[in-house]
Every structure is written in structure tokens, then in C-alpha cells.
Antibody
Framework: EVQLVQSGAEVRKPGDSLKISCKASGYNFATYWIGWVRQVPGKGLEWMGIIYPGDYDTKYGPSFQGQVTISADKSITTAYLQWSSLKASDTAMYYC??????????????WGQGTLVTVSS | EIVLTQSPGTLSLSPGERATLSCRASQSVSTNHLAWYQQKPGQAPRLLIYVASSRATGIPDRFSGSGSGTDFTLTISSLEPEDSAMYFCQHYGRSPWTFGPGTKVEIK
């Protein structure tokens, strides 16, 4: 069974750094892209970016390029999303998700439970 | 970047009625790489439809998708109370993938 288990909720101050995680199990981690999706409370879904753990190829949505870093560690089958300097506008739920088909862009059929990040002074 | 527009914003229907949700793309979606997701409050999204018209595993057959190019439709043939949710379309043909703003389906 495919499982994506995300790290717990975080409360940070503006300017803080943060790294949240997504632990994958039940499939060959290196051969599936894994992506991140943002959802501001009460709003829609925003595609942030995606990484292929096999060769660490990474793509970012235009709004997120330079604002976050997506990474992965094959040895522990975990993907990460990190910020070097948080803003209040980063307050949101963050989901990791895996596409349906190995090695290719396809719809997300497996999702993590979400990590709520709150940035407030 | 492909921009997706969904209509209507909210749909309020009674159980047993048919729901028709629209997703329009700003440019043609390659090889119909268009998906539909359902999201209920406090839950992660759930994949309903992929490649525009294929139902994901475990999705009831009252959900169907159609369309090609720039115009796509999600149809719920006979609404059940548990279908009350937000519905999002997404293209995934090439980076950056994008989501539509969503349609809220309310059951009267």
C-alpha cells in the first residue's frame, strides 16, 4: 500500500527557516515523481513543484521558483519542502502527492495528510 | 502556463439530480492530460478522473469525465449527499501543472 506520511504542524515567526517532510513507503521511491501542493485556508490548490528522486530533476511553479526548495533523500525515501525566510503569506496547508504512473507526469493518485504551516509574529 | 477556469463557482442541487461542472483551459491540454479531484473539508484531495475520462480506482460510476482540447466536463449523474465537496480540475501535460479555482457542489 502506498503511503505518504507528512511531518506535523508547524508554527513559526516571519523570517524563520523551515523544512517539512513527506515520508514515502509501499513503492519504489526513486522511480516516481513526487510533488508539493499549497492550499491557503479557504482557498484553492496551487501546484508548487515536483522532484524526481531518481536523478533529483526538479521543476517549480512560476510563483514558487526562488521562494522554496524541493529536495529528496532516496536513502530514507523522504521528500522535503523548505523555506529560508518565511512570510506571513506562507501560512497554508501543504500536501505532498505522488503521480499515478512511474517515471512520468500523471495525475496525483496518492496524497499525504497535509502539514499546516502557520507563520505569525 | 496553462490557466484553467472552472464554472460555475457554486452548484446547489438536490439528491438524485445531475451535476455538470466545466473546466476550460487557456490553451490546448496535450493528450488530454486533465484530471478531476474531489476535496471534502479537512481532507486531502482525492483523484476522481484522469486523462479527461478515465475513472480512478474505487470511484463510483456516477462520476464521468469528458472533453478534449480546451473544454472539459465532469458529470455526476445522480447526486448523493456524500458528493457535497469542492471539485478541482488540473492539467499535468507539461510543467508547470496548474489547478482550476474549483467548483463547490452543495446538496440541498
Amino acid at each position: 500500500e502506498v503511503q505518504l506520511v507528512q511531518s506535523g504542524a508547524e508554527v513559526r515567526k516571519p523570517g524563520d527557516s523551515l523544512k517539512i517532510s513527506c515520508k514515502a513507503s509501499g513503492y519504489n521511491f526513486a522511480t516516481y515523481w513526487i510533488g508539493w501542493v499549497r492550499q491557503v485556508p479557504g482557498k484553492g490548490l496551487e501546484w508548487m513543484g515536483i522532484i524526481y528522486p531518481g536523478d533529483y530533476d526538479t521543476k517549480y511553479g512560476p510563483s514558487f521558483q526562488g521562494q522554496v526548495t524541493i529536495s529528496a533523500d532516496k536513502s530514507i525515501t523522504t521528500a522535503y519542502l523548505q523555506w529560508s525566510s518565511l512570510k506571513a503569506s506562507d501560512t497554508a496547508m501543504y500536501y505532498c502527492a505522488r503521480p499515478r504512473i512511474s517515471g512520468s507526469f500523471s495525475s496525483f493518485d496518492s496524497w499525504g495528510q497535509g502539514t499546516l504551516v502557520t507563520v505569525s509574529s | 502556463e496553462i490557466v484553467l477556469t472552472q464554472s460555475p463557482g457554486t452548484l446547489s442541487l438536490s439528491p438524485g439530480e445531475r451535476a455538470t461542472l466545466s473546466c476550460r483551459a487557456s490553451q490546448s491540454v496535450s493528450t488530454n492530460h486533465l484530471a478531476w479531484y474531489q476535496q471534502k473539508p479537512g481532507q486531502a484531495p482525492r483523484l476522481l478522473i484522469y486523462v479527461a475520462s478515465s475513472r480512478a480506482t474505487g470511484i463510483p460510476d456516477r462520476f464521468s469525465g469528458s472533453g478534449s482540447g480546451t473544454d472539459f466536463t465532469l458529470t455526476i449523474s445522480s447526486l448523493e449527499p456524500e458528493d457535497s465537496a469542492m471539485y478541482f480540475c488540473q492539467h499535468y501535460g507539461r510543467s508547470p501543472w496548474t489547478f482550476g479555482p474549483g467548483t463547490k457542489v452543495e446538496i440541498k
